[in-house]
């Protein structure tokens, strides 16, 4: 049932546009952010449905999808994790830029649709998850892709413990961030930066410069 009500409410609150640092890959998206943050908590607050992340292709998201698109030998051929996925654009990048097999990690509901939809719009396979892997034992992973996940505190900590248990297993891990309150910049390497195109509605300007970074130590295989 989720899962009708959830293709329903998607399809009544989005639609298909490319983000502005990936032309070529398209999603359910919402045109503006409050109108939808209202209808998640006016509809869907009975089931405890996380705010929308979901449906805006985020600043940290949208960089490391570029440099995955325009670096496929990092994925090609690889096994690619991509945790607090979303939209589902990196991992959608990802298996377009030859990934063997994509995970795409989500504990919203709503995501875990949206991923599946837009995969489907774009006509490439990604397994959707929503188990929780913050605190367990990390998933095994080639590369493990983390988008704009450092934006609070406690979950920054969660995100940097999975990200310490996958290196240790020998993922290579990619993160996109633009440097948010709670990004370590300084366990990491820069490996790309682009200036990105984002909503004053959710950011505090208009174009963010965000980097993609390279776990410090861990290497692309």
Do not use: C
């Not at 293709?7 to 045109?31: D, K, M």
């Not at 009975?46 to 949208?62: I, L, R, T």
């Amino acid at each position: 049932m989720i899962e009708i009500d959830a293709s329903a409410f998607i399809r009544g609150n989005t639609r298909l546009q490319a983000p502005p640092l990936t032309p070529e890959i398209v999603l359910h998206l919402a045109s503006e952010s409050l109108p939808i943050w209202l209808k998640t908590e006016e509809e869907l607050g009975a089931m405890n449905v996380p705010p929308p992340y979901w449906a805006f292709a985020w600043a940290g998201g949208q960089a490391l999808a570029r440099y995955v698109l325009d670096n496929p030998e990092a994925v090609a051929g690889k096994d690619a994790v991509d945790v607090g996925s979303g939209s589902g654009l990196v991992a959608i990048a990802a298996a377009r830029a030859g990934a063997r097999q994509v995970l795409a990690l989500d504990v919203d509901l709503l995501a875990i649709a949206a991923i599946g939809m837009n995969a489907a719009a774009n006509r490439v396979a990604v397994f959707a998850s929503s188990q929780d892997m913050l605190g367990g034992p990390p998933p095994q992973a080639d590369v493990l892709l983390v988008g704009d996940l450092f934006y609070e505190r406690e979950l920054a900590g969660r995100v940097m413990d999975l990200i310490d248990a996958a290196a240790r297993r020998g993922s290579d891990v990619l993160v996109g961030d633009p440097q948010r309150s709670y990004f370590p910049a300084e366990r990491f390497v820069e490996v790309a930066a682009y200036e990105v195109a984002v909503t004053r509605e959710l950011e505090d300007a208009e174009i963010k410069r965000t980097t993609v970074w390279r776990l410090a130590g861990s290497q692309a295989a």
